[in-house]
């Protein structure tokens, strides 16, 4: 059991917790937001991009668009849209030229940057960054009738089955062009320890940068048989936190809530979870002190006192009813790997040598309370 030194909680706002982070892509990234926050990181790519560059499919797909002038050409990602147009130009494909005459609608500004850099005009794209509003906006009229014309959507992994059978509902030629797909990791071995710490309760929360990745956590529990624990533990203690709302979609499939912030953006995520970790843990005023417990450490009076499980389990019981006296069983129940009285009475004393402030109260023949 140790306090923590340097800075506090106030300028670490994530200390105590631990995050998941199930990107594949950009994990580095999003990983030093929480760290530098003070976050517990834990990586477990839940997919692995697989590039289509030298994929029959690709191909095929970039020549079915070349067979015949496009009318509007929809790009989703800067990434998949610039690898798509680099793909092309290696095989001495004359696909930018082709794509001229178009009209080029971006789902967002990653997207907008790669047309640009390929040497494209832009047209339009949604303030949302999502791919309902393009289809809402292509239904509206805004780029004309759209039966009987030819439409090039670049797909990034997820097969966008929404806006595609929107697009062809009207009567449009709709030509998908999946420039990479995602599959599971090679090493499926974090994300199997991922799912068992969500069960376990020992993460506190767990981010989601893709669908793929969240329909990948999911289909790797369900193959532990975990599913519905899961599921469940997202229901209690484990937050969900989501990019945007495509990327939720796997998780509100599976009836799991989550947070999200307003733009779809690393930094924004990161401010996510800074903004609702520590609103899920209160800070109680424990006579003249304070205390917040978190994840896998306390916050007392402003200091981060870092305990090992077992104190850890007792503190957390007597805080989900400050004031009142929890018996010793109860607390026995909580421990991890079980235990006995005994056991209650030395992660007690190691609590209260931790804590360095007279927060726990023995209550005689009773049990403990918080001194509230």
Do not use: N
């Amino acid at each position: 059991m140790t306090e923590t030194a340097g800075e506090q909680p106030a300028d670490l706002p994530l200390a105590g917790y631990t995050v998941a982070v199930t990107a594949a892509r950009r994990k580095e990234e999003l990983g030093a937001l929480l760290d530098r926050r003070g976050a517990r990181v834990v990586h477990a790519p839940a997919i692995r991009i697989v590039p289509l560059a030298d994929d029959a499919e690709l191909v095929a797909a970039t020549r079915r668009v070349l067979a015949a002038p496009v009318d509007l050409v929809i790009a989703t990602t800067g990434v998949g849209f610039r690898g798509w147009l680099e793909a092309a130009d290696a095989w001495d494909l004359p696909l930018v030229a082709h794509l001229s005459g178009a009209r080029v609608l971006a789902r967002g500004p990653k997207a907008r940057g790669a047309i640009r850099g390929g040497g494209l005009v832009d047209a339009w794209s949604p303030e949302s960054e999502s791919s309902a509003e393009v289809l809402e906006h292509l239904l509206s009229g805004a780029e004309g009738p759209l039966a009987g014309r030819r439409i090039a959507v670049q797909l990034h992994g997820d097969p966008l089955p929404d806006l595609v059978s929107g697009l062809r509902a009207t009567g449009a030629e709709v030509l998908t062009v999946p420039v990479y797909r995602w599959v599971l990791p090679e090493d499926v071995t974090p994300v199997r320890r991922l799912v068992a710490s969500i069960v376990a309760g020992t993460v506190d929360a767990v981010t989601f940068t893709s669908a793929p990745a969240a329909a990948s956590l999911l289909r790797v529990a369900e193959e532990a048989g975990q599913r519905e624990a899961v599921v469940a533990a997202f229901g209690d203690r484990v937050q969900a936190i989501a990019v945007g709302p495509v990327t939720a979609g796997p998780l509100d499939a599976a009836g799991i809530s989550s947070f999200q912030p307003t733009r779809a953006r690393l930094g924004a995520l990161a401010r996510e979870v800074v903004a609702r970790l520590p609103e899920r843990d209160p800070v109680l005023a424990v006579g003249a002190h304070t205390l917040q417990v978190r994840g896998h450490a306390a916050v007392v009076d402003g200091r981060l006192v870092e305990l090992p499980p077992g104190p850890l389990a007792v503190l957390r019981e007597l805080a989900r009813r400050p004031g009142h006296v929890v018996a010793r069983a109860d607390l026995v129940a909580a421990l991890p790997g079980g235990g006995d009285g005994h056991a209650v009475e030395m992660a007690v004393t190691r609590l209260r040598a931790a804590l360095g402030a007279p927060l726990v109260e023995t209550v005689v023949k009773r049990g403990y309370r918080l001194a509230v």
